[in-house]
Every structure is written in C-alpha cells, then in structure tokens.
C-alpha cells in the first residue's frame, strides 16, 4: 500500500512541478472510482465517518462520488441507481434500515459492480448481493454496555436498578442490536427492571423529547438511562438537569459512539460510561475496495476493534477522538 501511495505521490509532484517529467496518463487516473451512499449527518459519529472516507480516498488515490441521502431510504437506492448507470468500480453505502435492498442491489449484482456495506448491514435471502460489511459488532456494543452496569450494581449496592432505554433508528442495525446485547445480558440478573424503551431516532432533539416524556411518567423512579448513541443522550442530559436530578450521581447515564464532546462530558461526570463505535471506516473501506479491484478475496464482515470509556477509567491521557 505505501508503494502504491508513494509512487501516486511522485507523479502528482512531477505533473505539478518538473515541466521535463511528463506523467503518464494511466499513473494520473486514479487508483478506482468508487460510489459512496452516506445516510445521513444525524450525529458526530455520521459526521466523522463521512470526513474520514473523504479524506482517507484522497490518501489512497480513489476517486470518491459521495451522496448524502437526508435519512432517506429511497435516496439512497436512487444513489445506488446513479452509481450503477455511472459504472463505478465499486459501491458501498451506510444502510439506514436493514429492510428493502434486495431489487437494487440485484441491479449492482446484475451490472457486474460489488458492494460493500459501510457501518450498518442489510437482512436478505441472498447472501451473494453484498461482498462485505464493515462495521462495528454492535451486539457486542450492547453487551459491553450492559457489563459495565452489572458492574456499577455491584459497586452501588443496591437491590434493584430501574433502567430506560433511548433507541436508535427503528429497524437499523446498531438500534436492534444494541438493544439485543444490553438486554440479553441484563437478563440473567433479577435486580435489573427496564421501565420502557423509547426511540430517539439517533437524533439529540429526539433524545431530549424522549427524556422529557420518560421523566414525566416515572421521575426519580429513574436509576439507569441507556441510551444508544452520545447525541441522544447529549439531549437528554439538561432534561435531567432541568428537573433538578444529577446525571451520573442520581441517575447512571450509560451511552454509545465515544465522540469527543460527550467524552468531556464523562470526564466532567455527568455521563459515566460509553461503549465506544469508531466512524474511523474510511482506511479499511479503501483498502477492502482496491483489494477487490485486485480479485483479492475479501472477509464477508470486518469489525473494527472497539472499547469502552468509563469513570471507572483514568482519561486524563486520552487522545483527541477525531469526531
Ligand atoms: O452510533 C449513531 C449514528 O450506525 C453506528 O449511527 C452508527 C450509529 C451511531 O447516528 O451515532
């Protein structure tokens, strides 16, 4: 990869500054064109992912065709369709819901182009319409979110935790994950008693409104709030302020991406623990898209490695995150 890096570099420096140098064609074309369907730019974590695919095709001499869908399912097919009449190398794209890919990516399947999935997955019968998905394991997310509050149990001593749940996007991946994981785990102990589950749609607006509705059915009866992403539960904190209640003393606020605003919030001891999900895809979607170009064989799911933050950490040394 650094060879490729090296010698895309040498002639972009030649073409630019040795007028006796003259570049070849095929070494200024770049290295693939590949089709990116983002979902959205719900939260620091879509905004971060979006920033890291950019820059990482620049780094890697791919030429990048990006679409922002709005939330949108049906703009994301149309994209997809775009792709495909444009004849790109390659397509990937953040799924926003699991359900209704299948004729589109038929279409893909049909028209020779391979997809990768980018964050989020798909449910379908035909295993063959995706070549890889690379993404967090967001069960494993929930459960690690889960241990952390057994673990908090344990230190706070108490007989029962009321729990509510603030939840992704209906029918995304890391909303019916999440929720599997932190609830399968939490099972197997009788202290734990989940009020309700409410969706925020991953959105800070909806956290807030979700808190509010929460806090006004079961006030201080509120001991747990997870919640399945940092800007949900950055609106939820002042709701919880508002009414006098101290997040992270009298409430344990459990959250999931680990963007930089919410770690500060940790730190301050006001959220107490986060599972951290890395947008950082863009370097593994680049290389698994050039492998492919290669006839390289390619993992059907790529996880990347992912831990979780919590007061029971010191963070003082912690790097920015970058999101
Ligand atoms: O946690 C959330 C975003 O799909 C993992 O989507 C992603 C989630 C992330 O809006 O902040």
New binding site residues.
């Given amino acids: 990869m650094k060879k490729r890096l090296a010698a895309g570099l040498i002639s972009v420096l030649c073409f630019l500054t040795l007028s006796g140098c003259a570049p070849r064609q095929q070494e200024l074309q770049a290295a693939l064109v590949l089709g990116f369907s983002q979902l959205?730019s719900?939260?620091?974590?879509?905004i971060g992912?979006t920033r890291d695919i950019e820059d990482k095709a620049k780094r890697y001499g791919v030429s990048l065709m990006m679409d922002d869908a709005n939330q949108k399912q049906e703009n994301q097919i149309k994209a997809i369709r775009r792709f495909i009449a444009y004849r790109v190398d390659v397509i990937a794209f953040?799924p926003i819901v699991e359900e209704g890919w299948d004729n589109v990516l038929t279409e893909a399947k049909q028209a020779g182009i391979p997809v990768i999935l980018v964050?989020?997955t798909i449910q379908t019968s035909d295993r063959e319409l995706f070549v890889s998905q690379i993404?967090?394991d967001?069960y494993e997310e929930g459960v690690m979110a889960a241990e952390y509050l057994l673990k908090k149990a344990d230190d706070l001593g108490k007989d029962q935790l009321r729990l509510v749940e603030i939840t992704?996007?209906e029918n995304?991946?890391?909303m019916k994950q999440r929720h599997e994981g932190f609830m399968d785990t939490i099972a197997k102990d009788d202290r734990m008693v989940l009020l309700e589950s409410v969706n925020g749609d991953?959105l800070r607006s909806r956290g807030a409104e979700c808190m509010r509705y929460l806090l006004d059915r079961y006030g201080d009866e509120i001991d747990v709030v997870f919640s399945?992403?940092?800007?949900m539960t950055m609106g939820a904190l002042p709701e919880i302020e508002k009414l006098g209640y101290r997040p992270g003393k009298d409430m344990v606020i459990i959250s999931?991406?680990g963007g930089q605003e919410a770690i500060d919030i940790l730190r301050e001891g006001k959220i107490n623990c986060i599972v951290e999900?890395t947008?950082m895809l863009g370097s593994i979607l680049m290389e698994t898209a050039l492998a492919l170009k290669a006839g390289q064989s390619i993992d059907h799911e790529i996880h990347p490695e992912e831990r979780v933050f919590s007061d029971y950490d010191d963070l003082s040394a912690l790097p920015p995150r970058g999101y």
């Fill in positions: 959205g719900e939260s620091s974590f879509r992912n953040s964050d989020r993404g967090a967001f992704g996007t995304s991946t890391p991953f399945h992403n940092d800007e999931i991406d999900c947008p």
